[in-house]
């Protein structure tokens, strides 16, 4: 099958296909509570177009959804609707960019978020 060319691109408001109870509603309220300021501190290049935040929160989600490798994380970001709202319209990051994410700026942070995770996931449950 050919191509179509000359398609015309049309907005598309991705929050409104997902379902109210979609764990990444809550995944994402979760993780909106968490402290950053470790993890900001090792994301050194600010001229990338992904926040740390975000690429922690795909990742996450990536995790939640029994996806682990970089590049299934990737192929998720471009056909997943909810890693798409996760993403913020921005564009997919590639398989060696989240593979150096984990490697460089997830190390050294892993057990805080999981500590604050786990508090924010007590405060949901009370």
């Given amino acids: 099958m050919k191509p179509i060319g000359n398609q015309v691109a049309t907005p598309y408001y991705v929050a409104k296909t997902i379902n109210e109870g979609d764990p990444v509603l809550k995944m994402a309220e979760i993780l909106g ?3 950053y300021r ?5 994301y050194k290049k600010r001229w990338r177009s992904i ?17 682990y490798s970089s590049r299934g994380i990737e192929e998720a970001c ?3 609707i909810r890693f798409m ?4 319209y921005h564009k997919a990051p590639d398989h060696s960019t989240i593979s150096r994410f984990l490697e460089n700026n997830m190390s050294g ?5 999981f500590i604050g995770s786990l ?3 007590l405060k949901w449950t009370r």
């Avoid at 709202?85 to 913020?88: E, I």
């Fill in 78 to 80: 471009k056909t997943d």
């Fill in 109 to 113: 942070c892993a057990e805080a978020f």
């Fill in 38 to 42: 470790k993890l900001r501190r090792t």
């Fill in 51 to 67: 926040s740390p935040e975000i690429m922690f929160s795909i990742i996450v989600f990536a995790n939640m959804k029994g996806i």
């Fill in 85 to 88: 709202w996760l993403l913020q």
């Fill in 33 to 35: 509570e968490l402290d």
């Fill in 119 to 121: 508090k924010s996931l």
